[in-house]
């Protein structure tokens, strides 16, 4: 199946990303040619293979918070924010009246 | 190397300062042509340091990476020194804390110098994709250093340091010392925190060392290799000892070589020979060369290139330009996200973004992301079997040799460069790659093994024979 035009636009709401309508042309192509390529898996009967039931493991040991909140702390994460008030860190408005 | 310099250090033939000053001086001279560097480190901190490591020296608790100049990749944080990942997004961001790994090179006495350039968020092969503009092949300035740690390889090539620190989800650190003549290192999975490095594919990353010789990337891995709470992936104690004893009996010396995967179209003929020339070399020392077979290994640059977007999309909604990194301001939150997503990621991570967004999607997920992760699964019992005869499987690092500028501009063709070195971080295991000569060109080619999980100090071994 050809990725579409109307495919990358989903995805790049989906992303949350804004294209430029002329790079869109060139992307669809390179999106095209890379789905093609990776879409080489679906070959694979992984059923004759025989797949093992135990996947998607990543996680070794559970997490636990160690870091102490000071306001030193708080001070130097959010001074990385381009708007900040006080200890907050100011967005626009989410939901509109 | 390294050796050297601490025993002249201890012997108090050189002070620390003057170690730093040596190793700016030709940072200085080489980097503005090269580009290894997006910034050295503060005078304040790099001072604190010289005179810490000093004070080591001279009361008698240095190590051997104590005074020893350090070069850090771009995505490690380091407290109170900018980190950008080479991308514009995070231009500026000052970094509050310190990773893992420079927690424990501070705690050694190392001498962190600078940030080192490379492609953005480890999105690449050859560098090229930095916001902050590419690093040239110190061994042939018309190519590429490789990537995505092209920096970390630079600065170490032309002997601005003499080790750096890179990482590597699918061939970032092993691709880059191939092609600059180095060593490079590429841990078990699980055995260097990753805490304090910018996730890109977080089943795949993993922090490594660059030198000149097997004995400094010993060295510099084995002061960052150590348990941490604070990455959940990283190995215990109990578990590395463990792994320690499994591999403390004796070599069974025999090299895998999986010859079909080797033989495959679009790996240089040169690149082919150079490696069976390895390989008789070591045939010579007493190793066995078997022939094995990975049916499934041709599948895993196809199965990379599933997991590691869908990992890259997920790890990167964090950049939304609110709590760091660059700020568009639209009317709503949802338009100033985008458009600071838009102006702030360049254009590969905003492809792999699109790439791992569509793998992930519903309609989608069963046919490539489960199938790959299955893929992974059964890769994961085909090295299992291999590693029960051999001790290493032996490949060349890359297909091909550095190539120059702008010569890979589509995307798929650099991703085909990764072919050799992506098993490696499918399956978890640790690699390798080794110089093992020059092409007709006089251009280098790396030799890589991979060990079974845990068995870096077998890998060590073997490398030192080459």
Redesign the interface.
């Known amino acids: 199946m050809k990725f579409t035009q109307e495919?990358?636009d989903n995805?790049?709401v989906?992303?949350?990303?804004?294209?430029k309508n002329e790079?869109k042309e060139k992307?669809v192509e390179?999106?095209d040619?890379?789905?093609g390529?990776?879409?080489?898996?679906?070959s694979?009967d992984?059923e004759a293979?025989?797949?093992?039931d135990?996947?998607?493991i990543?996680?070794?040991?559970?997490?636990?918070v160690?870091t102490v909140s000071s306001p030193e702390?708080t001070k130097?994460?959010?001074?990385?924010?381009?708007?900040v008030l006080g200890d907050y860190?100011k967005?626009?408005?989410?939901i509109?009246q | 190397m390294i050796k050297d310099l601490h025993t002249q250090l201890i012997e108090k033939k050189i002070t620390v300062r003057e170690l730093v000053d040596k190793s700016l001086k030709t940072i200085k001279e080489k980097d503005s042509d090269i580009h290894a560097l997006l910034g050295l480190y503060t005078d304040e901190f790099l001072n604190s340091q010289i005179d810490a490591a000093q004070k080591m020296i001279d009361s008698g608790t240095a190590t051997e990476m104590t005074g020893i100049p350090v070069v850090i990749k771009d995505n490690i944080c380091v407290s109170g020194q900018v980190a950008s990942a080479g991308s514009k997004m995070l231009d500026g961001?000052?970094s509050?804390?310190d990773a893992h790994v420079i927690s424990e090179l501070k705690r050694s006495g190392a001498v962190l110098i600078g940030r080192s350039n490379m492609d953005e968020f480890a999105m690449g092969s050859s560098t090229e994709n930095s916001a902050y503009g590419a690093t040239k092949n110190p061994l042939d300035m018309t190519r590429v250093p490789g990537g995505s740690s092209g920096g970390s390889a630079a600065v170490v090539a032309y002997d601005g340091v003499p080790v750096s620190l890179g990482t590597d989800t699918g061939g970032s650190i092993r691709q880059p010392a191939s092609f600059c003549g180095l060593v490079g290192l590429k841990p078990t999975y699980?055995s260097v925190s990753r805490y304090g490095a910018m996730a890109m594919g977080?089943?795949l990353d993993q922090i490594g060392p660059f030198g000149k010789t097997v004995e400094d990337v010993e060295i510099l891995y084995k002061t960052i290799a150590t348990s941490d709470?604070?990455d959940?992936?990283?190995?215990?104690d109990t578990e590395r000892n463990t792994k320690k004893t499994l591999y403390s009996a004796p070599l069974k010396k025999k090299i895998g070589v999986p010859k079909k995967f080797i033989e495959q179209e679009g790996v240089d003929a040169e690149v082919k020979k150079n490696f069976y020339d390895t390989l008789e070399n070591l045939k010579n020392k007493g190793f066995e060369i078997v022939d094995i077979d990975l049916p499934?290994v041709e599948?895993s640059l196809?199965?990379y290139?599933?997991i590691m977007p869908a990992e890259v999309?997920s790890n990167m909604g964090r950049y939304?330009?609110?709590?760091?990194?660059m700020?568009v301001?639209?009317?709503?939150?949802?338009?100033?996200?985008?458009?600071s997503?838009?102006m702030g990621?360049g254009?590969e991570v905003?492809?792999r973004?699109?790439?791992g967004?569509?793998?992930l999607?519903s309609g989608y997920y069963d046919?490539?992301y489960n199938?790959?992760?299955?893929?992974?699964?059964?890769l994961k019992?085909e090295f299992k079997k291999v590693f029960e005869i051999v001790d290493v499987i032996a490949t060349p690092t890359s297909p091909i040799a550095p190539w120059k500028f702008g010569e890979k501009s589509?995307?798929?063709a650099m991703?085909l460069a990764d072919i050799f070195t992506v098993p490696a971080n499918i399956v978890g295991v640790p690699a390798i790659s080794v110089p093992s000569g020059l092409d007709s060109k006089n251009l280098p080619i790396g030799f890589q093994m991979m060990g079974s999980w845990g068995s870096e100090e077998n890998l060590f071994t073997i490398a030192k024979m080459i």
Not at chain 2, 371 to 378: M, T
């Open positions: 495919a990358l995805l790049a989906l992303s949350r990303l804004s294209l790079d992307l390179q999106m040619s890379i789905i390529y990776i879409g080489e898996i679906n694979l992984l293979v025989g797949v093992p135990k996947i998607h990543n996680v070794f040991k559970t997490d636990t160690t702390h130097s994460i959010i001074q990385n924010s381009k708007d860190v967005v626009s408005q989410v509109k | 961001y000052v509050p804390y699980g977080s089943s709470t604070r959940a992936t990283s190995l215990l499934m599948m196809a199965a290139y599933i999309s939304d330009g609110v709590r760091y990194g700020r301001e639209g009317e709503s939150m949802n338009e100033g996200l985008t458009k997503r838009s990621l254009d905003q492809r973004i699109l790439l967004t569509y793998v999607s046919a490539y199938k790959a992760c299955a893929l992974r699964e059964i019992i589509d995307p798929l991703y």
